[in-house]
């Protein structure tokens, strides 16, 4: 009993932790979010085309949403840590000697990936797809008319699950050298990973192929980059 309430006691710090950081987060970025939406606006909204808000407090709402993602993405890296930490407790990783100069490095690493996968997504992947399914609309004769939540909310939300998809090489190399996940592992279910792939795929992007493969084919592209840097650097070795 003693030791369940040492368990909770410190689940309920790290969610303080947790709390505090993304409401500091929401605070602070909800002051710049409308300018936030306004460029988005701007970079992604085909000529053409119209925003138009449908309810008395969508743009409010969508300026909250705005915050409260920007929030969690603060708390990514702190949640990161209480993983990591939990991960190396559980498997009795404590002997491992921690090089500070490759904590620096992944970390430079991981937000570096991250920014790259935002910007394949926000310049590259996003206007050709938008572009792509308003001309599309177009030819059929229909004025593309679009919900100023639903549009900003899908372009942030790819956004940031692009930034997360190029993190693959970073987090399979730490796995895999902490002896966690196996390299033979991931091989053997490949395919099975393709498949929960092209699933993402369908279900994040209207059901039309071509956006589909726009959203799958980079999913598979990194997770085959992924499976080459854990080869050479993620093995662990006895």
Known sequence: MDKLYGILLTVRKKLVYIAVVLFAGIMISFQFSGALIERMKNDLLPEGALVIYVSPLEVMVLKLKMAVIIGLLCTLPLIMFFVFRAIIEQYDLKPIKINLFWVVISAISAVIMFLLGAYYAYFIMLPLFIKYLYLNAAASGVVATYSIFKFISFGAEATIIFGLIFELPIVLTILTRLGIVKYR?????????????????????PPDVISQVMVAVPMLIFFEISMIVVRLLGIKKD
């Open 185 to 205: 592992t991931l091989v053997e279910y490949r395919k099975h990973i393709y498949v929960a792939f092209l699933v993402v795929g369908a279900v994040i992007t």
